[in-house]
């Protein structure tokens, strides 16, 4: 079964610096990945996903995530973070069986920004 | 958008009580999938449907249940409420079982607040 690492609990940036947040998975071939935002009180939306091909994978927002297959993670970058970026941030994975097997998210890290 | 709906967006009620929380799936989604959300235990993915027929189970409590019906919407209903049963309920659909079918799209939440 694949599981999901998010190391860093909370990420406190500066507004304009560069962000990454790290995301390790575990699973025995390729996964599908996928990056998800929350903003306060509000439901996951979809920033960016991996599939297969280009290991950098551009999203929405200006983010971006690179699929390391020897490093198994799939880091989520930002250069130059906004404050309408402080939000809790999901790392998901997905088996490419063709059983049924539902994404496995992190517990997610937190991301604060200041002035 | 995701195209994902729940109702209500906000219930309050008291311990002892039943709810029962809906979820429209986004157009031509097979897949209905519930999850819960509070401070301590983060993202705990509660229960799958797949085209009216449970296709896996999380961490569901025995006083949760949930159905999904011929028209693909879901409801899941909490019974005998407790106080720890406060937090965000989700609600994800994804077009399938498997793969880069299992994309989830994520509603707004429906917020449960047990007094």
């Known amino acids: 079964a694949q599981s999901v690492t998010q190391p860093d609990i909370h990420i406190t940036v500066s507004e304009g610096a560069s962000l990454e947040l790290r995301c390790n998975y575990s699973?025995?071939?390729?996964?599908?990945l996928f990056w998800y935002v929350q903003s306060p009180g509000q439901g996951l939306q979809l920033l960016l996903k991996y599939f297969s091909g280009d290991t950098l994978v551009q999203g929405i927002k200006g983010f971006e995530a690179e699929f390391k297959r020897s490093q198994s993670s799939f880091n989520l970058r930002k250069p130059s973070v906004h404050w309408s970026d402080a939000a809790e941030y999901f790392c998901?994975?997905?088996?490419?069986?063709?059983?049924?097997?539902?994404?496995?998210f992190g517990k997610g890290t937190r991301l604060s920004v200041i002035a | 958008d995701s195209g994902v709906t729940q109702t209500p967006k906000h219930l309050i009620t008291a311990t002892g009580q039943r709810v029962t929380l809906r979820c429209s799936p986004r157009s031509g989604d097979l897949s209905v999938y519930w999850y819960q959300q509070s401070l301590d235990q983060g993202l705990q993915f509660l229960i799958q449907?797949?085209?009216?027929?449970?296709?896996a189970k999380g961490n569901i409590l025995e006083r949760f249940s949930a159905q999904q019906f011929p028209d693909l919407h879901s409801e899941l209903n909490l019974s005998s409420l407790e106080l720890g049963d406060s937090a965000l309920y989700f609600c994800?659909?994804?077009?399938?079982?498997?793969?880069?079918?299992?994309?989830?799209?994520f509603g707004p939440g429906t917020r449960l607040t047990v007094l």
């Open positions: 449907y797949y085209n009216g027929e449970e296709r």
């Open positions: 994800a659909s994804s077009p399938g079982l498997a793969g880069r079918y299992n994309e989830q799209f």
């Open positions: 998901a994975v997905g088996a490419r069986s063709t059983g049924n097997t539902p994404l496995v």
């Open positions: 699973y025995g071939a390729t996964p599908y």
